[in-house]
């Protein structure tokens, strides 16, 4: 058993297959699981995704963006006018339901989709603010978000601030715990390799990374990217679960909680990053009646987390039980 | 690869000024392929200042950079090290998160041939890739003496290896031209004499010209072939050890510093 723990972390694409393997059980053989729990258990992969993809940005690269609900906003919009709209347009005899295999068939090529056009925004914004030294990008990404905001509450053709109502059910635990195991496997075995240590060199010096020869607007851009592409799937993931989206639902308190979890996940650390990702959840719903209150909520478990640094206290503990890291003395 | 007659650097006029403060003015430079040069000047002479210029930190205001007769002036400094210019840095600048190891490592991500995907994929080309640059990050950690820190976190090393270590990260991205800025600071006597070795170490086994800044006049003399005197800016002279040593202005500009401070 512990071998194959091991085998599993040496060789990630076996991790990767055996994580599909586990949402495509999940989704064959989880009748039985009500749909409340469903529910949940979607909106933490959800928050995986989008978790992990901003400590891409955050943790590894050290870039502070503060608009990545936005990004999961075009995700979202774009891929529900593609169920909603276009797609039923363009091949009107096929039945369009959650569950029927035209659907299910398309959800995919439609994720894809609405994350390449975040993607193309995550260009537009970083491309020019990420070539400046210093805290502009946390400035522009603030503006975007509001921009990204005001912009839907203003396009009619999406609902304007009321939203868009009826989107396709076509979300399952197949899809959302499929791309959170993709998107978790896709930053470790970015990071750990020659190519992603340019990120982390990026974030503890540029100045030394540029002199190593290291096009360190390239790789904050492409880190910036990256990241968008992962919260565009989310957001499709999250328009097509929820059936409903609006303006609102992708505000600047959305990009905070996503932060809030890269910080309680350790900054830098994809698998702790998504360990928080699902207590956040599970936090949010037992929160549920006091949703007011979240943002203190937020506060206090970080102030908490600031002082007690349970990171650097379980650290150790874990390293024992969990192999493949090695503790830095010997 | 220089053909005789075009030096591997040359600075022509090079001035630098931050608002009304001159770093640099009307600095000319060039150095062979293969050569050791020297860079001395009292406290705020314009030293570091000269490298943020050679490796494009800074544009210079006014002047002319070239690198085997090809300007470079105002490259960004990740264009300016793939033509085969490395530094270190006076303040060291190691990735402080990054294990030893990966802190060479990082040398070679300019030169990487597969892509995004195929780090993704991890396919051949991945895989193939890795092993090489493993295989080289460890043997010039060995020969550097520091296969035995590979792991460690490199905050954690001694002062002395943490700058051999700079050194060795510089000479990983492959450089012609190896810009050390005071390597020996804050080394004690022994290790300024592992030093002077190891640059000439560095000198035989990866042909690379070096220019060195260094306080300490020993270790200077003792290795330099040739040398290059700033003072406030300007170039101030420049010989062999022996002419520079003879030079008034350049007794004069070190004797008003003297009497200012001690050097540690
Ligand atoms: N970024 C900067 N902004 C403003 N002034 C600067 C900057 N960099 C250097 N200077 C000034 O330029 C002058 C030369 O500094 P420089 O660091 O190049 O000297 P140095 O010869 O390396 O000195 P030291 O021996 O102390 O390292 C100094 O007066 C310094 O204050
Ligand atoms: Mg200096």
Known sequence: MFHSSKALIRNPRLALAAGIGVAVLLQLGGGWIDPYTTQVVLFAAINVILAVSLNLVMGETGQFSLCH??????????????????????????????????????????????????????????GPSLRLRGDYLAMVTLGFGEIIRVLLQNANFVGGARGMEGILPA?????????????????IALVRSTYGRGFQAVRDDEIAAAAMGID?????????????????????????????????????????????????????RPVGVAIAAILIT????????????????????????????????LRPLLSRVLPGRKPAAS | MTSAGTPLL??????????????????????????LVGLIGPNGAGKTSLFNI????????????????????GLAPHRINRFG?????????????????????????????????????RGKTFR?????????????????????ASILPSRSLPYGDQRRLEIVRALATRPRLLLLDEPAAGMNPTEKEELKQLIARIRAEFSTAILLVEHDMKVVMGICERLVVLDRGALLATGTPAEVRADPKVIAAYLGEEHGEEES
């Open chain 2, 128 to 148: 193939s890739e890795e092993r090489e640059i493993q295989e080289e990050g460890r043997r010039l950690l060995a020969y550097f003496g520091l296969e035995e």
């Open chain 2, 85 to 121: 210019v490395a530094r270190t840095f006076q303040n060291i600048r190691l990735f402080g998160s990054l294990d030893v190891r990966m802190n060479v490592r990082t040398s070679f991500i300019a030169r990487l041939r597969g892509g995004l995907l195929e780090v993704v994929r």
């Open chain 1, 69 to 126: 609900a936005a990004f999961m906003a075009v995700g979202a919009y774009t891929s529900a006018l593609l169920t909603g709209k276009a797609l039923p347009t363009l091949l009107p005899h096929l039945s369009w339901t959650g569950s029927s295999w035209a659907s299910q068939v398309f959800f995919l090529p439609v994720l894809l989709v609405g994350g390449s056009v975040a993607a193309l925004a995550g260009l537009i914004v970083g």
């Open chain 1, 171 to 187: 979300t399952n635990l197949f899809w959302a715990v499929g791309f959170a195991v993709l998107t978790v496997y896709t930053m």
């Open chain 2, 54 to 73: 050679l490796t494009g930190v800074y544009r210079p205001t006014e002047g002319e950079i070239l690198l085997e007769g090809r300007p470079v002036t």
């Open chain 1, 282 to 313: 599970l936090l949010n719903e037992w929160l549920r009646d006091l949703s007011q209150y979240r943002m203190v909520v937020y506060a206090l478990i970080i102030i908490l987390f600031m002082i007690l640094r349970p990171a650097e206290t």
């Open chain 1, 216 to 268: 360190t607007t390239r790789v904050k851009v492409t880190a910036f990217v990256i990241g968008a592409f992962f919260a565009g799937v989310a957001g499709g993931l999250y328009a097509h679960a929820v059936e409903f989206i609006s303006p609102e639902g992708f505000n600047f308190l959305r990009s905070f909680e996503i932060i809030v979890m890269v910080i309680l996940g350790g900054l830098g």
């Open chain 2, 10 to 35: 040359e600075a022509r006029n090079c001035s630098l000024r931050f608002g009304g403060i001159a770093a640099l003015t009307d600095v000319s430079l060039r150095i062979d392929a293969g050569e």
